[in-house]
């Protein structure tokens, strides 16, 4: 059964940083692109980041740009999203998708693998 599992998420103030974890279990998504979507109540989940199976490949929404990074380590099976300068536009729910080929996808569509995400919210 394929987990995806969310961690590091809360609550910070304008201008701090907070960095999300996504285990992967069940399979190996080492030969397949994740990403990060968010979504916040009565909106539509939105694009974050992606990256490709080797990570030589990273894709960012032009509202996290320059303040976002996405990572993963394959021999962990895990994903990353290192996320400064942080502002209270971003709070919403972090989530984790994973078995986009080949990536970096864009589009909630790409991904048949989901977390429950994490909440991040931002303080003014």
């Known amino acids: 059964q394929v987990q995806l599992v969310e961690s590091g998420g809360g609550l910070v103030q304008l201008g701090g940083s907070l960095r999300l974890s996504c285990a992967a279990s069940?399979?190996?998504?080492?030969?397949?692109?994740m990403g990060w979507f968010r979504q916040v109540p009565g909106k539509e989940r939105e694009f974050v980041a992606a990256?490709?199976?080797?990570?030589?490949?990273?894709a960012y929404a032009d509202s996290v740009k320059g303040r976002f990074t996405i990572s993963r380590d394959n021999a962990k099976n895990a994903l990353y999203l290192q996320m400064n300068s942080l502002k209270p536009e971003d709070t919403a729910s972090y989530y984790c998708?994973?078995?986009?080929?080949?990536?970096?996808?864009?589009?909630?569509?790409?991904?048949?693998?989901w977390g429950q995400g994490t909440q991040v919210t931002v303080s003014s």
């Open positions: 069940g399979r190996t998504f080492s030969r397949a692109g």
């Open positions: 998708a994973a078995g986009a080929v080949p990536g970096p996808a864009r589009l909630v569509y790409d991904y048949p693998y």
């Open positions: 990256i490709t199976w080797s990570g030589g490949n990273t």
